[in-house]
């Protein structure tokens, strides 16, 4: 299906398929500090127009739909909210909470049924000092009424601006069990608790936490009327070989998550002038998806060749 895309200025991407708005991609900057100001794609829909995120819940006012995060980074926090201290559980502490600036975009093309925008972005500590340059790449395509889904592709290229070392962490690293949380980050609408996650080799369950798997799917059940949507989270080949490896992290019951987490049990540290490299897929499915139909479309709908 052609999509069509609305872009106000300074503001957001709206791209809209079959006349159902599929995601809302915000890069205005938030004006809640303590929330670390970074952009976001909310809502998310599935073809039908079903609606498969959520903005700003009660119980974590920094979760907003799909962004890219870090929520432990050489002492800063881009995740938002309150930050875990070893020893002292959460703590509320302004001081530390980062943001990431939108500097613009280097490529915009529209081709029929597909979009692609590169990006530019620059980390800054609560401070005001710039400590990384992004360039961002996300491609919107595959939206195919007979699979009932689209994608949506996410890459991300950081640069260490510092004179010294970036080190990227987690919860888990800091001392807290299987709470390894950073990266890119999806938050699912409250109703989508206690939900079913899938991931390869016909693994099922929360005991995936922490656990490896080119892919995880969450399959989640609306309120109002009678149906389930899936989403499908898929590492890229390359990923196999980036600065770190990643685990997933993901829960079901409060608060419907799923990251790919690239540091949940270890920090890696990025020298100064040095870069690294990831790229993921989401797959925004109407339906309760089971392993084989997640298997089959990701066969059906390989990466393209990384650029």
């Known amino acids: 299906m052609s999509l069509t895309v609305t872009h106000r200025h300074g503001e957001r991407i709206i791209v809209e398929s079959g006349g159902v708005e599929l995601l809302s991609y915000v890069y205005k900057p938030d004006p809640v500090a303590y929330e670390a100001r970074k952009p976001y794609a909310h809502p998310l829909r599935t073809l039908a127009g079903n609606v498969v995120s959520a903005y700003r819940p009660n119980d974590h006012r920094w979760h907003k739909g799909l962004q890219m995060t870090a929520s432990h980074l050489s002492g800063q926090n881009f995740w938002g909210g309150h930050t875990y201290v070893p020893g002292d559980w959460y703590q509320d502490l302004p001081e530390v909470i980062g943001s990431m600036r939108h500097d613009g975009f280097t490529e915009f093309e529209v ?21 990384a340059s992004e360039r961002r790449r996300i491609i919107v395509h595959s939206a195919e009424p007979d699979e009932g889904a689209w994608a949506l592709d996410w890459s991300i290229e950081l640069t260490n601006t510092r004179d010294e070392y970036l080190r990227f962490g987690s919860p888990t690293t800091a001392g807290r069990e299987l709470a390894g949380y950073t990266g890119l980050h999806w938050r699912g609408p409250r109703e989508f608790a206690g939900g079913q996650v899938l991931a390869s080799g016909g693994r099922t369950g929360e005991e995936l936490m922490g656990e490896q798997s080119p892919w995880l799917a969450f399959v989640g059940e609306h309120d109002e009327f009678d149906a389930h949507s899936t989403l499908v989270f898929a590492h890229a080949p390359e990923n196999d070989d980036a600065i770190h490896e990643s685990h997933w992290f993901v829960r079901t019951t409060a608060t419907p998550t799923v990251a790919f987490s690239w540091a949940f ?14 790229r993921y897929r989401v797959v925004l499915a109407d339906g309760a998806w089971d392993h084989e139909r997640v298997e089959r479309y990701l066969k059906t709908h390989p990466f393209e060749e990384a650029s």
């Open 111 to 131: 081709d029929g049924d597909r979009l692609a925008f590169t990006e530019r972005l620059t980390w800054i500590e609560h401070g005001g000092d710039e400590w």
């Open 265 to 278: 049990f270890e920090e890696f540290a990025l020298p100064p002038g040095e870069s690294f490299r990831y």
